[in-house]
């Protein structure tokens, strides 16, 4: 139990498009999923946290406008990347939080998704 | 506010010997704690989590964790490290927050080999 997909789990795009990330959570319902990215050898950063029917809410110096976060169902959550450019190169992971389940407070991630942008 | 160190970035063990990644916290409240385990370009794999109910607590794949509050530490050990163990492993805290929700802070990571 507990698996969360994300899609795709690798995408090139050119500088200047925009690039939209699946988080589902597949076998329970997600009221929460959260947004990291990760740099190569660091640890996660959180980017934001979705809230199914409202809006994100996003970690300072993180550019609302910039990272879309749509969470329109308990077992959604979008990520685009709009206007990418090559410093927004990252692995993107989500998690989602089981709200109903034994672990309230526990997150379960999703496989991340490679970004690069040329 | 909350804090996790993992005091060591890089542990190599030989397979079949024990292995011990440490990882001390700081946090208002008696919070939760996990380790995470990932392998390379792979999302975070749930280890184990400490929720109060037991100082000693079992997780999957062998690992085990000890909750000492005295010493402020959450170390993650296993009696025989595999092959298969060699992965990064972050120690993770939970706190509630006064709005509602949780935010898990998470340490900078130890990379685990594991040596034939």
């Known amino acids: 139990g507990a698996v969360v997909s994300q899609h795709p789990s690798w995408v090139i795009c050119k500088s200047g498009t925009s690039v939209k990330i699946e988080c589902r959570s597949l076998?329970?319902?997600?009221?929460?999923m959260f947004w990291y990215r990760q740099f190569p050898k660091q640890s996660l950063m959180l980017m934001a946290t979705s809230n199914e029917g409202s809006k994100a809410t996003y970690e300072q110096g993180v550019e609302k406008d910039k990272f879309l976060i749509n969470h329109a169902s308990l077992t959604l959550s979008t990520l685009t990347v709009t206007s990418a450019h090559p410093e927004d190169s990252s692995f993107y992971i989500c998690?989602?939080?089981?709200?109903?389940?034994?672990?309230?407070?526990?997150?379960?991630f999703g496989p991340g998704t490679r970004l690069t942008v040329l | 506010a909350q804090s996790v160190t993992q005091l060591d970035s890089h542990v190599s063990v030989s397979e079949g010997t024990p292995v011990l990644l440490r990882c001390n916290y700081s946090s208002s409240y008696s919070p939760s704690l996990f380790w995470y385990v990932q392998h390379p370009n792979k999302g975070l794999q749930l280890l184990l989590k400490y929720t109060s109910a037991a100082t000693l607590v079992k997780g999957i794949n062998g690992f085990e964790a000890e909750f000492k509050k005295s010493e402020t530490s959450f170390h993650l050990t296993k009696p025989s490290a595999h092959m298969s163990d060699a992965a990064e492993y972050f120690c993770v805290v939970s706190d509630w927050l006064t709005g509602g929700g949780n935010k898990l802070t998470f340490g900078t990571g130890t990379q685990l080999k594991v040596e034939l």
């Open positions: 998690s989602a939080r089981d709200t109903a389940g034994d672990y309230t407070d526990t997150q379960y």
């Open positions: 076998d329970f319902q997600a009221t929460t």
